[in-house]
């Protein structure tokens, strides 16, 4: 082999190598999204509520399940809104809280809002999370009404309670 044909192999491979690998990356992250649970359909089992049983139905109020990460700023801010809403506002939902990589001892839940220790990740990647925080909004019967991702203003936050939409 002759050096212009050396060159031509190490371009390629400098170039095709990185590129399959994003393309190998990519499918891996398709793959996990079409894990999660869709609009209209029934929130799944969760374990840490009702002994690992679908999310049972709550009369009258919302639910809001966060999937989140141990050390993310978004995802502190997140649930942190969250709760202020349930709290200070009067908002008529109920808060629960995955958290991956982290312990149980790490956790507080406060009576309406439940904490759930995901400490290897495992339960978030069978909910499909890729971004987080990923946040569902689930009625009373169990169904999902609507998922956005990533951090929110208030504002945001409330539209997103009230009619199921993102007001960015």
């Given amino acids: 082999m002759n050096r212009r044909h050396l060159a031509i192999a190490t371009v390629a491979v400098a170039v095709l190598g990185p590129l399959g ?4 990356f990519e499918s891996g992250i398709r793959a996990r999204q079409a894990q999660r649970p869709e609009v ?4 799944p089992a969760l374990p840490g509520l009702a002994d690992g049983e ?3 139905a709550s009369p009258d109020r919302l639910r ?3 999937f989140a990460k ?8 997140t649930i942190t809104a969250l709760r202020r809403m349930a709290r200070v506002e009067g908002q008529t939902f109920d808060l629960i809280a995955v958290v991956a990589g982290s312990d149980s001892h790490e956790l507080e839940g406060d009576g309406d809002h439940a904490a759930i220790a995901d400490p290897d990740g495992a339960v978030s990647r069978r909910f499909g999370v890729v971004h ?3 946040v569902f909004l689930v009625d009373e019967q169990s169904r999902i009404l609507a998922v956005t991702t990533g951090e929110r203003p208030d504002t945001g936050w409330r539209s997103f309670l009230e009619s ?3 007001a960015l």
């Fill in 64 to 66: 809001v399940v966060t």
């Fill in 21 to 24: 690998g994003l393309i190998w």
């Fill in 132 to 134: 987080v925080p990923l």
């Fill in 164 to 166: 199921g939409t993102d």
């Fill in 54 to 56: 679908a999310l049972p």
């Fill in 70 to 77: 141990a050390g993310c700023g978004n995802c502190d801010r």
């Fill in 40 to 43: 209209g359909t029934l929130f």
